[in-house]
């Protein structure tokens, strides 16, 4: 068990940990032998985010500036050194990790694979600091944090210029440090006795009871002696839990009477044991808090505001729970952050609310009989609250993680049949959650938002666009009713796609127009697809298709007799179309504003664009013909 070291002040915003940091800042040093990766672990609760984030205060020039460095002991004060990079994986997924740390390492990279190439030849060492992995990913049900490790942290670790100090779970340590050398990995685990510290969690106690840190002038935090003694007691009660101290703290801070600072039997020894002390004190029923945190704990990484979070109680409660509910607010609040604007929260005002911790939300979680029957209650309740089944008029939450609990409630599959929801639906969280569910699991739509949802994440797409790409998509995979019900949202779409066929090799197109009668003047809209190339000594072989009728192939027009546009034609056209290797734009010849813009997930190997606005693409995956709906040039929409 560690102490202070003697005449040292202590870390102001830790109190103490003095074994854990001296070895962060060991590593952080890099003195000879010491371990080039750092595991910070323990129980939840254990106080690991706050040694971290400490920690990292020292690492920081702003913030080292204003703490007393010369009255700390100097082992564990860091070198002025770079600040590590630093990557908080909550809320987000794997691969949105690893591109944080990229950016900020300023690695130019295309893939995942590039950026770990491009941190291994930076040609210096790097410190990489990566907290709260318990929490990434925005999915629960998705076990995002076990693919952050798995992907992200042991290739990280891997990499012998890379200094690496992770928070992770107990469970996933394991993973994390297995085929690292022998004494390149610490693991810090803060229940362990060598790394715990009372002392610390005593010191973290009277400042939460102190007058001068914020807490109410009451008779147990007035007197320094009783404080001092108060805080004692908790910490020992405590254990090693630091999140016990805490809410402890909160809760007799916030409804003190009947606290009895002597009584020590009666304070908590485990957050599952203050949650019930704070229900009695207030004579609640313990099981009516856990009620009332149930759908918090049931959340999917997002702050669910007080109106849904009260409609969510009843659903989960399965009876009327408006009594309960009626001073619900002060029942929950030593367990639960009011997020908001500061003058709303102030005044009573609109807010959303959220666990003060994870291992609340699994104290409340152990006590449930049915997750998933309580994840069910509280999926159709969402659904049910979307006004007319628009998903444009969903509330942001409801919208963007109804999925999260239908996939906790097995019942994701049969929600994913509404192209609304694709939409305007968060692509990040929704692609989390499809992809946990077996392909074989999903239906026809699923699938083809499954396969482009990479996409949709990879180019932070807008809704429109998200709405353009996934029309197209929708008729790539012969979805028409479900891409025409995309047309029919409201949205302003950039194109209306005409058709598509699933011919591969194409290497160029071009438009034109040809007699399909020969006794007619009439002349045909067409679209001429070459498969293979000739200047690669391929035989090629000439496809001709109506232009704007998905009608197929027009199997007996010779494509000689296929009258291209003039330069002049294409010149005087309103719009004209520029690429690359997996995009496109189109802009209006007359004031150059780009009026589409097409990102592809497999290169796009031909491209022609006809006079009235008809764009052609060929991709690996195929053809598709696409009318520019464009209204500032005159083109038929």
Same mark, same amino acid.
């Given at each position: 068990m560690t102490t202070m070291a003697e005449g040292h002040a202590p870390h102001p915003y830790i109190g103490g940990r003095t074994a854990a940091l001296r070895a962060l800042a060991a590593w952080r040093m890099e003195w000879p032998g010491t371990p080039r990766v750092v595991v910070l672990t323990g129980d939840p609760g254990c106080g690991a985010s706050r040694l971290l984030t400490g920690f990292l205060m020292l690492c920081e020039p702003e913030f080292r500036s204003r703490l007393p460095l010369d009255d700390m002991d100097p082992a564990t004060v860091p070198p002025e050194l770079p600040a590590p990079a630093v990557a908080g994986p909550a809320g987000l997924t794997a691969a949105q990790t690893l591109w944080t740390l990229a950016d900020q390492l300023e690695l130019s990279a295309s893939t995942t694979a590039d950026v770990f190439a491009g941190i291994a030849s930076l040609g210096h060492t790097v410190a990489i600091a990566v907290t709260d992995v318990d929490r990434a990913g925005p999915v629960p049900a998705a076990n995002e944090p076990a693919r952050l490790v798995r992907e992200v942290l042991a290739p990280l670790a891997a990499i012998e210029s890379v200094r690496l100090l992770v928070e992770a779970p107990r469970a996933l340590v394991a993973d994390l440090a297995e085929g690292l050398p022998s004494g390149s990995v610490q693991i810090i685990d803060l229940d362990a006795r060598e790394w715990a510290d009372a002392e610390a969690l005593t010191r973290q106690a009277e400042t939460a009871l102190n007058p001068q840190f914020g807490a109410p002038e009451l008779p147990f935090t007035t007197d320094a002696a009783v404080r001092?003694?108060?805080?004692?007691?908790?910490?020992?009660?405590?254990?090693?839990?630091?999140?016990?101290?805490?809410?402890?703290?909160?809760?007799?801070?916030?409804?003190?009477? $009947?606290?009895?600072?002597?009584?020590?039997?009666?304070? /908590?020894?485990?957050?599952?044991?203050?949650?019930? =002390?704070?229900? *009695?004190?207030?004579?609640?029923?313990?099981?009516?808090?856990?009620?009332?945190?149930?759908?918090?704990? !049931?959340?999917?990484?997002?702050?669910?505001?007080?109106?849904?979070?009260?409609?969510?109680? %009843?659903?989960?409660?399965?009876?009327?729970?408006?009594?309960?509910?009626?001073?619900?607010?002060?029942?929950?609040?030593?367990?639960?952050?009011?997020? &908001?604007?500061?003058?709303?929260?102030?005044?009573?005002?609109?807010?959303?609310?959220?666990?003060? %911790? #994870? =291992?609340? &939300?699994?104290?409340?979680?152990? $006590?449930?009989?049915?997750?998933?029957?309580?994840?069910?209650?509280?999926?159709?309740? !969402?659904?049910?609250?979307? #006004? &007319?089944?628009?998903?444009?008029?969903? =509330?942001?939450?409801?919208?963007?993680?109804?999925?999260?609990?239908?996939?906790?409630? $097995?019942?994701?599959?049969?929600? !994913?049949?509404?192209? $609304?929801?694709?939409?305007?639906?968060? #692509?990040?969280?929704?692609?989390?959650?499809?992809?946990?569910?077996?392909?074989?699991?999903?239906?026809? /739509?699923?699938?083809?938002?499954?396969?482009?949802?990479?996409?949709?994440?990879?180019?932070?797409?807008?809704?429109?666009?998200? =709405?353009?790409?996934?029309?197209?998509?929708?008729?790539?995979?012969? !979805?028409?009713?479900?891409?025409?019900?995309? *047309?029919?949202?409201?949205?302003?779409? /950039?194109?209306?796609?005409?058709?598509?066929?699933?011919?591969?090799?194409?290497?160029?197109?071009?438009?034109?127009?040809?007699?399909?009668?020969?006794?007619s003047d009439e002349r045909t809209q067409v679209a001429v697809l070459v498969v293979g190339d000739e200047r690669r000594d391929q035989q090629s072989t000439l496809l001709v298709r109506d232009l704007v009728r998905p009608s197929g192939s027009l199997e007996n027009v010779d494509p000689a007799k296929v009258l291209r546009p003039s330069e002049e034609e294409r010149e005087s056209a309103p719009l004209a179309v520029s690429r690359g290797g997996d995009y496109l734009r189109v802009w209006d010849r007359a004031d150059g504003e780009i009026v589409a813009a097409l990102v592809s997930d497999t290169p796009v190997t031909a491209v022609d664009l006809s006079p009235d606005g008809v764009l052609v693409v060929a991709t690996a995956r195929g053809v598709t013909a696409r009318r520019i709906t464009h209204r500032g040039s005159g083109l038929a929409s």
């Open positions: 001092r003694s108060l805080a004692e007691v908790l910490a020992e009660r405590a254990g090693t839990s630091a999140l016990t101290v805490e809410l402890t703290a909160r809760s007799i801070l916030l409804a003190p009477e $009947g606290v009895d600072p002597t009584d020590h039997e009666r304070l /908590p020894t485990s957050v599952g044991a203050a949650l019930d =002390a704070h229900a *009695r004190r207030l004579g609640a029923e313990p099981q009516t808090l856990r009620t009332l945190l149930a759908p918090l704990a !049931l959340a999917q990484n997002g702050d669910v505001s007080a109106e849904l979070w009260a409609r969510l109680v %009843h659903a989960v409660a399965q009876r009327d729970v408006s009594a309960d509910l009626a001073d619900g607010l002060l029942l929950v609040a030593p367990f639960v952050q009011a997020v &908001g604007d500061d003058k709303d929260i102030e005044s009573g005002g609109p807010v959303s609310l959220r666990l003060l %911790h #994870p =291992a609340i &939300g699994a104290e409340v979680l152990a $006590g449930l009989q049915n997750v998933r029957a309580a994840q069910s209650r509280i999926a159709m309740s !969402l659904l049910e609250s979307v #006004p &007319g089944q628009d998903w444009s008029k969903a =509330a942001p939450y409801v919208r963007d993680h109804i999925a999260g609990h239908t996939l906790a409630a $097995g019942l994701l599959p049969q929600l !994913l049949t509404d192209p $609304g929801l694709f939409v305007f639906a968060n #692509p990040v969280a929704l692609r989390a959650a499809v992809e946990a569910v077996p392909v074989e699991e999903l239906g026809t /739509p699923a699938r083809t938002y499954l396969r482009t949802a990479p996409l949709l994440t990879r180019i932070q797409a807008s809704t429109e666009l998200r =709405a353009a790409l996934l029309e197209a998509a929708f008729v790539e995979d012969g !979805l028409d009713e479900y891409a025409e019900a995309v *047309r029919q949202l409201g949205l302003t779409l /950039p194109w209306q796609t005409l058709w598509s066929a699933k011919v591969a090799g194409v290497t160029t197109v071009s438009v034109g127009r040809v007699r399909i009668d020969e006794q």
